[in-house]
């Protein structure tokens, strides 16, 4: 019944009869008709449905036939990924929240980029099934609630299609290691201010009784970065 304002093109609605059929002949005869069509399984696909338009008042009686097809197409790729996890900022309190960059999940999702294929993310349900109110930009979204749920909806442009998922967000803490003691050695002949140190020492002391991997580094930028790493710990000497 979705095409009946286009089957009557303008003709009152109140003075014509609009019924469905699956056989040009019953349309024509008037029998057999389609008992549901606003519920109606296809049998076939694609599949004509034949439409007869009957005049009911006594002044109009005739009849027409016309169809149009129903179609069923294969709705896009939206496989359930795995949960997006992240560890918390560094250097800030372990509070849950960071930034998703949610595109990086547009490959597991509905796999391999394909013209007219759109990955969208919504923080509601509703919104994903009505295609509103996407995430944007979803190279930066940050999560409010630790886990938190969102909605995915892939759209096939080029079938009309779309389908729908879920994507969970998680936020690991970072370690919380303990500041360790100083680590003191006398100087040697010559008396330069240089000496070598084994750094592993604290590393009880700084784990705490957990089992992080511990790595060294000279400035605070390249332990952030997890660049240019002390590569002989338990054998270094101070610059300074």
Do not use: M
């Amino acid at each position: 019944t979705q095409r009946e304002a286009d089957v009557l093109n303008g003709l009152d609605p109140l003075s014509f009869t609009v019924s469905y059929y699956e056989q040009q002949s019953d349309a024509q005869a008037g029998t057999s008709a389609i008992a549901v069509p606003t519920a109606y399984s296809n049998t076939a696909n694609p599949q004509t449905i034949y439409v007869r338009v009957a005049g009911n008042t006594s002044s109009n009686v005739c009849a027409s036939v016309v169809d149009f097809v129903i179609e069923v197409r294969e709705p896009p790729l939206a496989s359930q990924p795995v949960p997006f996890t992240k560890c918390d900022d560094l250097g800030e309190p372990n509070d849950g929240i960071t930034v998703f960059n949610l595109t990086e999940k547009n490959g597991e999702i509905a796999g391999p980029p394909v013209p007219g294929l759109n990955v969208s993310y919504y923080l509601t349900p509703e919104d994903a099934e009505d295609g509103v109110n996407p995430i944007d930009p979803a190279t930066a979204f940050t999560n409010t609630s630790n886990p938190q749920v969102l909605y995915v909806g892939v759209e096939d442009i080029n079938s009309g299609c779309d389908a729908l998922t879920t994507l969970t967000l998680r936020v690991l803490p970072n370690p919380q290691p303990v500041v360790p003691d100083a680590i003191v050695v006398c100087d040697q002949d010559p008396q330069d201010g240089e000496a070598l140190f084994d750094l592993t020492i604290r590393a009880l002391q700084i784990q705490n009784g957990a089992s992080w991997q511990l790595g060294y580094y000279e400035t605070y930028a390249d332990a952030v970065a997890q660049e240019n790493p002390i590569t002989t710990p338990g054998a270094y000497t101070n610059q300074s």
